[in-house]
């Protein structure tokens, strides 16, 4: 069967307005930062962070979109939505930015599964970075082994996550 | 796959200040990001404030979302019984044979103490119960167990107000804005509630340990004077909580520490009520909920052995 989404042919002469260049990949971002709006009331840390999923997503996909101050703004967003002291995602998320920045320049070869790598490491960077601010602001002394099942499927959803990017991606370059 | 085009700008003397500049601009903002937490070390509810707008903006589809799901949220649990269904059927049996007897004595034991407080006349309305409100949504992504109600300053919820189900405590009001409130559950690691075993007064403590269960230090030194299978109430100290509300039965000993499971569980209950701080339920019955004691969290934390 064919994707439906193959069907739909750009036409010649138009464009995408800049509103939903632009747009499109930061509003993502805050709606997946957003789905701890969700009406589960959780007994521990078990929801994917589906802001940072999305970001390094969106930032794997097109390395040229953003510069790496947008990592501010944003984790500022999902400090405000996720309940982790503010301040706590919008330093972790932009030295992951500047981290993939300076990783980029080394890599010789570059496919999915060095991208799947990457954001693994970013993942567990961001999710230890914050169960390290969570306890250093009074969080109490979490171990790590509790969001080890987070961390694990949280990689486990980044092929996942990336498609569905690459899928508003091309709704979004094609007018 | 080759690398993907590089950032670098090549000769290009704007497009270099231009990149270094965004660089600039991401350290700073990662600096301040580091200041903020380190400002909310020394005071955790500081920044609130900008947590408004998100927590109004989202109560709605919250509720909305809520009145959905509250009915299918305990499939898992209905499945969850078959599994077990016929040697648990004999067990349950035999229970409700002991518990028929034990029902007729609370009857008996529940009239006598109706004449009694008759004869004391004692009078049992406190007046503490503020309200009754939903829990809306949760920080499901973070270490910290926060619980969103849906009611807030304008109803009178105040931080520092318990909260608790019919079937025990949930928690402590943590921040609140106009219409909606935090609510630091029993389970997040910080909340310290000072707890005595249900039958003979046992004292003891419990924090939370961030995975749904409890951890329970008694504050007698010597043997752990817990086994499986003991309920604890609170023990109405500190003031914060009303004395004898459920919190906990105890499931594992492991040394000198008890593990415990909540009675309440949030994610089951439909209502919660948010009550007054025993405190000032007890002292000031009227028109005091403007000056709620707000027990900081460095002094919870410090009050723990």
Redesign the interface.
């Known amino acids: 069967m064919i994707d439906p989404h193959l069907q739909h042919v750009p036409r010649l002469g138009r464009h995408p307005s800049r509103f939903r260049l632009a747009g499109t990949p930061v509003i993502t971002v805050m709606l997946g930062s957003?789905?701890?709006?969700?009406?589960?009331?959780?007994?521990?840390?078990?929801?994917?962070?589906?802001g940072l999923l999305l970001l390094l997503s969106w930032r794997l996909l097109r390395?040229?979109l953003w510069?790496?101050?947008i990592?501010?703004p944003l984790?500022?967003?999902d400090d405000?939505?996720?309940?982790?002291?503010?301040?706590?995602?919008?330093?972790?998320w932009?030295?992951m930015?500047?981290g993939i920045?300076a990783i980029?320049?080394r890599?010789?070869?570059?496919?999915?599964r060095q991208d799947w790598l990457i954001a693994a490491i970013a993942i567990i960077f961001c999710i230890a970075g914050?169960?390290f601010?969570?306890?250093?602001?009074?969080?109490?002394?979490?171990k790590l082994l509790?969001?080890a099942p987070?961390m694990v499927w949280t990689v486990l959803l980044f092929p996942f996550v990336v498609r569905q990017c690459a899928r508003i991606d091309r709704w979004r370059v094609m007018a | 796959?080759?690398?993907?085009?590089?950032?670098?700008p090549g000769h290009n003397r704007k497009a270099q200040y231009s990149?270094f500049a965004?660089?600039v601009?991401?350290?700073t903002?990662?600096?301040?990001?580091?200041?903020?937490?380190v400002?909310?070390?020394f005071d955790?509810t500081g920044?609130a404030a900008?947590?408004i707008?998100?927590a109004e903006v989202?109560r709605p589809?919250?509720v909305t979302?809520?009145n959905m799901?509250?009915g299918v949220s305990s499939v898992d649990e209905v499945l969850a019984s078959y599994w077990h269904a016929g040697s648990q059927n004999v067990a349950l049996r035999r229970q409700v044979e002991n518990d028929r007897n034990r029902i007729i004595e609370a009857k008996a034991v529940a009239q006598e103490n109706l004449r009694l407080k008759k004869l004391l006349k004692l009078v049992e309305d406190d007046g503490s119960e503020l309200l009754t409100a939903r829990?809306?949504?949760?920080?499901?992504?973070?270490?910290?167990?926060?619980?969103r109600l849906n009611a807030g300053r304008w109803q009178g919820v105040r931080p520092g107000m318990p909260v608790r189900a019919p079937e025990g405590l949930i928690g402590r009001i943590h921040t609140t804005t106009p219409n909606t409130a935090?609510v630091l559950l029993l389970?997040?690691?910080?909340?310290i509630v000072p707890v005595r075993r249900a039958n003979d007064s046992v004292p003891a403590i419990s924090?939370?340990?961030?995975?749904?269960t409890l951890e329970i230090r008694a504050l007698a030194a010597g043997r752990n004077p817990f086994k499986p299978g003991d309920l604890l109430v609170t023990s109405g100290v500190g003031g914060v909580y009303q004395p004898n509300i459920p919190v906990a039965v105890i499931v594992r000993i492991a040394g000198e520490i008890a593990y415990g499971v909540p009675l309440a569980?949030?994610?089951k209950v439909d209502a919660v009520v948010v009550e007054r701080s025993f405190e000032e339920a007890v002292t000031r019955p009227e028109g005091s909920a403007t000056t709620a004691p707000v027990v900081p969290?460095?002094a919870q934390?410090a009050a723990a052995p």
């Open positions: 957003l789905a701890t709006a969700l009406p589960v009331i959780a007994q521990s840390p078990v929801m994917p962070p589906f390395p040229e510069r790496t101050w990592g501010v984790g500022l967003f405000i939505a996720s309940g982790q002291p503010i301040g706590s995602a919008m330093c972790l932009t030295i930015l500047i920045d980029e320049h890599m010789v070869w570059r496919s999915y914050g169960v601010f969570a306890r250093i602001t009074g969080g109490g002394d979490i509790l969001v987070q | 796959m080759a690398r993907p085009p590089s950032r670098r990149l965004s660089y601009v991401a350290m903002g990662a600096a301040v990001g580091l200041l903020l937490v400002v909310a070390i955790p920044f900008i947590r707008a998100t989202t589809a919250s979302l809520k799901v509250s829990l809306i949504a949760s920080s499901s992504t973070s270490t910290r167990r926060l619980a935090e389970t997040d690691a910080s909340n924090t939370g340990l961030g995975d749904g569980n949030p994610s969290e460095a934390n």
